[in-house]
């Protein structure tokens, strides 16, 4: 096999697995450990991945890599969609019930659900709370909602409201169910997400709601980004697109997390 040929087949493999070992590449290829060196060197090089000890991960497997909500938002689009309906099915046709809906495009496809609420019995109310900018201009389509934004710093990558003045206003908030999204979720390290003052966010939000539920797509099962901001005993449900590995499975179970699959 070319050098070409091998570079190409390791990027896919990084791309699939989001982390491939030196011995398993050079039994793939039949080749010594120092020629699959010098392919991860030269892919290094060409910004495609990033050695680590032992062999290399994807680029967006680092601990602070976060892609942009415009690139976010064409990524994985069934997915979200198939996950937003789970969603759905969570909040009650009750008299009255609070959402709160955490930036991220998983809980914007929720949002977009959203649009077409209308209270099953005259009189009911859903109260939708959310720190995103974009989320609350869609809800804001739907004259039925009634609808409160977090105010704060906007942080201009991911649109959300962050910062002091939003994790104070949800220390007075009990939601009845919190919709997150997460950039991780690991067996070990629990739920994390690349930017600390948005993680803050997020463990308010946590610590806020009487019923937590993750939304997140298979991609970030097993991941873990720079920061914590809830243990796996702290989520009462995850819904997600694929069975988590035997490792995460096991967590879950062991921290009660109802795992619903979309």
């Given amino acids: 096999m070319f050098a070409e040929e091998r570079h190409r087949r390791i990027a896919e493999l990084v791309g699939v697995k989001g982390r491939v070992a030196v011995n398993d590449l050079a039994d793939l290829f039949s080749i010594t450990q120092e020629t699959v060196r010098r392919d991860l060197a030269t892919l290094e090089d060409e910004r495609i991945l990033r050695r680590v000890h032992g062999g290399a991960v994807a680029l967006d497997r680092l601990s602070r890599s976060e892609p942009s909500l415009s690139v976010r938002q064409t990524q994985r689009l069934d997915e979200k969609a198939r996950i937003a309906l789970a969603a759905m099915a969570l909040i009650p046709q009750t008299q009255t019930v ?60 991911t649109s959300a409201v962050v910062g002091a003045r939003a994790t104070e206003q949800l220390s007075g908030l009990r939601p009845d169910i919190a919709f997150i999204g997460t950039n991780g979720i690991h067996s070990e390290f629990g739920l994390s997400t690349p930017d600390p003052v948005e993680a803050a ?31 796996l005993e702290e989520v009462d449900t995850l819904i997600t697109t694929t069975e988590p590995s035997p490792d995460l499975a096991a967590a879950l179970t062991a921290a009660g997390v109802e795992v619903v699959l979309a």
Avoid: Y
């Fill in 98 to 157: 609070s959402i709160l809906l955490d930036s991220g495009t998983t809980t914007g496809a929720l949002a977009a659900q959203l649009l077409t609420w209308a209270p099953a019995s005259q009189g009911n109310e859903l109260l939708a709370i959310t720190n995103s900018l974009p989320i609350a201009s869609s809800l804001s389509e739907n004259t039925q909602l009634l609808i409160d934004i977090l105010g704060g710093r906007v942080r201009g990558l």
């Fill in 201 to 231: 966010t997020k463990t308010a939000m946590v610590r806020a709601a009487r019923q937590v539920v993750i939304l997140a797509d298979a991609s970030k099962l097993g991941a873990e980004t720079l920061v914590r901001f809830a243990t």
